[in-house]
């Protein structure tokens, strides 16, 4: 249990392929949708209550043991269009490369085997904590972060924002963000007893849509 | 239906002084309506039949003419429902082989009722072996100030087919809308092919915004699953922009499936995306 | 069902640039080539594509700032086949890409390897960035840093780990100087000092043969690295 084995796994530095998405914040920004810190708030918050709450949970379910064969399943129903299967796929492959680096085990070994085309990244970010020896809880929050950090990072990026602002705001979003996670983790904690569908599978119609959109362009700064 | 009018009748009036949101109300209010609708269709060899055909509450199903050897059902509301506390249920089934279409006469309105407590409505839709089901209601509107907790639960053998359309919409004309919660849990052959949870109105969080609504009012989708369904076609992309509404049709991973998904301002621009999202699933 | 990954393919699995694949068998050399934008590294690859080609198994990997717009230059010359090409999406950051976060590149590289078989020679291009942009180790086994002496013949003596550490300099469009008033002796002296003897190589692949040297120096490392591989 090393707290800051947790801080390296939820740090944007992680070289896990993060900094190359925008977590749709890129096609949000293209349909003016997104264009300023208030703007950008509103999507990381959405974004947050939505993927960020299905995907913690399926990373605290799998840092609590359950089979990361069943819940990468259940993560594709969980994510109705390709694009964005595809996505965390490969994020999954990219993280498991950097979590059998960091913190090898026997576990991530088996689901390299068995998903050799990547299972969806926050199975694998839910194992790597396990193999750190960290709690679902902490997968959850590590999951829900990202979710925000990452959009808030890529809009610095696209509009030219001030990062203290951005900063802020992922500040500001920090009570909802542990809320996300703690909910996440209680999910995670139900599916021994009722099963898979006990796992968040919150969804937003514009993520999908507009990822489907985005993977179409030529011409594009961010994978997703 | 007469327990259905008899329980219109004791509806109690609109009261203004019902308990305000916040108050605890976790089992049903004494007003609420407890209803399961049931629809069972088999095929005898020539035709499909129903021998299971049960109104109940606001449900009142009535058998429509086909020329082929489908059966088609059409629910007629019986009163005003759902309204806060309710709890409302329809479990249709189409038996092995059997081929039943169902649809509803009208919008389904959800009102805040006697109490804010959240009306639920569970739709329990099966289809066994080489059966065909398909479910085109028309759409779910929610009013300001109500409060509908929305299931499906979808359950399809290797074999069947399944159409399925779900229209929702936020608020009446210039009103703001309830709070509508929706999960749709689809198996085929016994593994999860869907699982969606979505949750709009106040207060849930970020609802309106840029990742999830983006201020569109009507927001909908179509599930085609048919075992000859081609799924390595690419995703269809219906409008780029996003402000007129917008569409996608794309291949789910767990089975042989396409699933639309679409926003739209208004209640007909949603239909009419639906609908070409229809025929290109169809191949057309 | 996974109907997403109809054919399931072979586990790989690298941790950083190690000679062979996780299953032992060789892989293909891997060159980087770095460099501020209008500089000529595209130019380069493809000068170095088309002359290679025919005694070698090539493939490319390009890290746009926009995604796919050197691929898309690559394609169109036809300097290689589509399916030798492909580009990495950097969220523009391209020098995250090749030296902080390379698991995009390494995806890119070991599909590569695992896709054309046999596969010599990898080549990947830098997104167009700045003088501190490096390839990591875990990514290339050389790199090669291009820069030109129309952006100012001063660029040698300011240094930067391009300019010090590359495994090969080259200085391209050296037909340019004359109008553009760079001393072209001020630029080697100043690169002697940087590189120590580090090879510098000056050129304009304008020229016929502009970029035979080049690709000397790049067959002539991966002769070493296959001997060296092979012990």
Not at chain 1, 111 to 131: D, F, K, M, T
């Amino acid at each position: 249990m090393s707290r800051a084995a947790l801080l390296l796994l939820a740090d944007g530095r992680f070289p896990a392929g993060g900094h190359a998405h925008s977590g749709g914040v890129e096609a949000a920004v293209a349909h003016k949708a997104v264009h300023d810190i208030e703007t950008l708030e509103a999507f990381c918050r959405g974004r947050l209550h939505t993927t960020g709450l299905t995907t913690a949970g399926l990373a605290a379910a799998t840092a609590a043991g359950c089979d990361p064969l069943m819940l990468d399943d259940a993560a594709d129903a969980r994510t109705p269009v390709p694009a964005l299967r595809a996505v965390a796929r490969r994020l999954g492959r990219q993280m498991m490369r950097a979590a059998r680096a960091t913190f090898p085990s026997a576990e991530l070994d088996r689901l390299a085997a068995e998903r050799p085309q990547g299972a969806h990244q926050p199975i694998v970010q839910g194992l790597a904590v396990r193999s750190a020896g960290l709690t679902p809880q902490e997968a959850a929050s590590a999951a829900a972060y990202e979710t925000v950090g990452g959009p808030a990072t890529a809009a610095v990026r696209l509009l030219s924002l001030d990062p203290l602002d951005a900063s802020r705001l992922l500040a500001r979003l920090s009570t909802e963000t542990d809320a996300v996670a703690a909910a996440a983790a209680d999910a995670a904690a139900r599916v021994a007893t009722e099963g898979l569908d006990a796992l968040p599978s919150a969804s937003s119609p514009l993520l999908d849509i507009t990822a489907e959109q985005h993977a179409a362009w030529t011409v594009r700064l961010f994978a997703s | 239906m007469s327990s259905a009018s008899q329980l219109a009748e004791s509806r109690a009036p609109f009261d203004p002084a019902a308990p305000a949101a916040g108050t605890e109300e976790t089992c049903g209010h004494p007003n609420s309506v407890r209803a399961t609708a049931r629809i069972r269709a088999t095929y005898n060899g020539r035709v499909t039949t129903l021998p299971q055909l049960r109104s109940d509450g606001p449900f009142h199903l009535r058998r429509m003419r086909t020329s082929g050897k489908a059966a088609r059902v059409g629910i007629i509301g019986a009163m005003s429902a759902p309204l806060g506390g309710d709890r409302l249920a329809l479990d249709i089934t189409a038996e092995d082989r059997a081929e039943l279409d169902v649809t509803t006469a009208a919008a389904t309105l959800a009102l805040r009722g006697p109490t804010t407590a959240p009306a639920t409505y569970d739709v329990r839709l099966t289809a066994e072996e080489h059966a065909r089901l398909r479910w085109l209601p028309q759409p779910l509107i929610s009013a300001a100030d109500s409060n509908l907790h929305q299931t499906y639960t979808v359950k399809l053998a290797a074999s069947s087919r399944l159409l399925l359309r779900e229209e929702q919409i936020l608020g009446r004309a210039n009103e703001k809308p309830g709070h509508l919660v929706s999960r749709i849990r689809v198996h085929h052959a016994g593994r999860p092919l869907l699982d969606q949870h979505t949750a709009y109105g106040d207060p849930a969080p970020g609802w309106d915004g840029p990742a999830i609504l983006h201020g569109h009012r009507a927001v909908g989708q179509l599930l085609v699953v048919a075992p000859e369904l081609d799924v390595r076609r690419a995703p269809v992309l219906l409008r780029e922009g996003t402000k007129d509404g917008c569409a996608v049709l794309a291949p789910l991973a767990g089975g042989p499936a396409l699933l639309a998904t679409a926003v739209a301002p208004t209640p007909s621009a949603l239909r009419e995306l639906l609908d070409e999202a229809l025929r290109h699933a169809l191949g057309e | 069902m996974h109907l997403d990954h109809p054919v399931p393919m072979p586990h790989r699995h690298t941790y950083s640039a190690e000679p062979q694949r996780a299953d032992g068998s060789p892989r293909a050399f891997r060159v980087g080539l770095g460099g501020p934008v209008g500089s000529g590294k595209t130019a380069s690859v493809a000068a170095l594509c088309r002359t290679l080609r025919d005694e070698l198994s090539l493939a490319v990997v390009t890290n746009d700032i926009y995604t796919r717009e050197d691929a898309e230059f690559l394609l169109r010359e036809a300097v290689l086949p589509p399916e030798r090409i492909t580009a990495v999406e950097t969220g523009a950051c391209p020098h995250t890409a090749i030296r902080d976060d390379i698991s995009a590149n390494l995806e890119a590289v070991e599909h590569f390897d695992e896709t054309l078989d046999p596969l010599d020679l990898v080549l990947i291009e830098s997104g167009g960035d700045n003088l501190t942009a490096t390839f990591s180790k875990g990514l290339v086994d050389m790199q090669i840093f291009v820069i030109d002496v129309s952006s100012g013949d001063d660029i040698p003596r300011k240094g930067g780990p391009g300019i010090t550490t590359s495994d090969l300099l080259v200085v391209n469009k050296t037909d340019l100087a004359p109008h553009v008033g760079a001393d072209l002796a001020t630029m080697a002296a100043d690169a002697k000092r940087q590189r120590g003897d580090l090879p510098v190589i000056f050129t304009s692949l304008t020229s016929d043969d502009g970029i035979r040297e080049i690709t000397d120096w790049v067959t002539g490392h991966l002769s070493q690295w296959r001997a060296k591989a092979a012990v």
